[in-house]
C-alpha cells in the first residue's frame, strides 16, 4: 500500500509509464474499466506535468489554481486521486454497459480536471458546466491545450443547465464532481431540479 495515497497503489513500470490502481477498485465491467481509468490518469499525469501554463490565454485566477496543484509531483498524483476516486465510483453505480454509451456531466467542474479525466478515460460525451463564464472559458482552453476536451461546455445554474441539456435533447447518465455540494446555496432546490437532467440519473458528489 502507498504510503502517501491511501486506497491507492502506484506502480513504475520499466518503460517509465506510472500507474494507478485502486486496489478496492470492483466495478461491473470487470478488469477492462480499471484498466481504462489506470491508462487514462496516467496519461493525463504526464500531460500535465509538461503544460506550460504560460502560454495559456486563461485568467491570473485559474493560472496560480493549476501552477498551486502542479507545483510538485506528490500534489499532482494526490489531484489526480481524487478526481480518479469519483469517476471511479460514478461508474460503479452507473448500468450504461460501455464507457462510449456514457454522458457524463462535470456540475461544478472549476479548472475542468474531472472532465479532463472523463474525457481521457473515453467517455462517450462529457459536459462540463459551471455557473462563472471564466472558468468555463478557462477550462476549455485548457481541455483543448490537453486534447482531450469536453464535448461540450455550459455556463449556468441549475435551471440554465437543464434548459440548454432540453434544447438539445441530452440526458445525462451521471452528474458528479468534487468539493462541489458544500458550494451550493439552495441544496434542497437543486436535487429537486437535478432529476431533469437525465432518467436512472446516477448522482455522486464527494469532499
Do not use: W
Not at 485559474?62 to 501552477?67: E, G, K, Q, S, V
Not at 456540475?107 to 472532465?115: A, I, P
Not at 463564464?133 to 461546455?153: M, P, T
Not at 432540453?166 to 432529476?195: L, M, P
Amino acid at each position: 500500500m502507498n504510503k502517501l495515497f491511501p486506497g491507492i497503489l502506484i506502480l513504475v513500470k520499466k518503460e517509465g509509464i506510472m500507474r494507478f490502481f485502486f486496489d478496492d477498485i470492483v466495478l461491473s465491467r470487470k478488469r477492462k474499466i480499471t484498466t481504462i481509468l489506470n491508462s487514462a490518469a496516467a496519461r493525463l499525469y504526464f500531460k500535465l506535468q509538461k503544460i506550460d501554463l504560460s502560454v495559456l490565454d486563461i485568467s491570473e485566477y485559474t493560472r496560480n489554481y493549476l501552477a498551486n496543484k502542479l507545483k510538485s509531483d506528490v500534489t499532482l498524483k494526490s489531484e489526480i486521486k481524487k478526481y480518479l476516486y469519483v469517476l471511479k465510483n460514478s461508474l460503479k453505480l452507473c448500468d450504461a454497459c460501455e464507457l462510449p454509451d456514457i454522458t457524463f456531466m462535470d456540475y461544478g467542474g472549476g479548472h475542468g480536471m474531472l472532465s479532463l479525466l472523463a474525457k481521457e478515460s473515453g467517455i462517450g460525451r462529457v459536459i462540463y458546466t459551471d455557473i462563472y463564464s471564466v472558468s468555463c472559458n478557462d477550462a476549455e482552453k485548457i481541455g483543448r491545450a490537453l486534447n482531450c476536451k469536453a464535448d461540450l461546455y455550459l455556463c449556468g445554474d441549475i435551471d440554465d443547465i437543464i434548459s440548454e441539456l432540453s434544447e438539445k435533447s441530452i440526458k445525462c447518465n451521471i452528474v458528479a464532481n468534487y468539493d462541489v455540494i458544500e458550494h451550493i446555496y439552495d441544496i434542497h432546490y437543486f436535487f429537486k431540479r437535478i432529476c431533469y437532467f437525465g432518467d436512472d440519473l446516477v448522482v455522486f458528489f464527494a469532499s
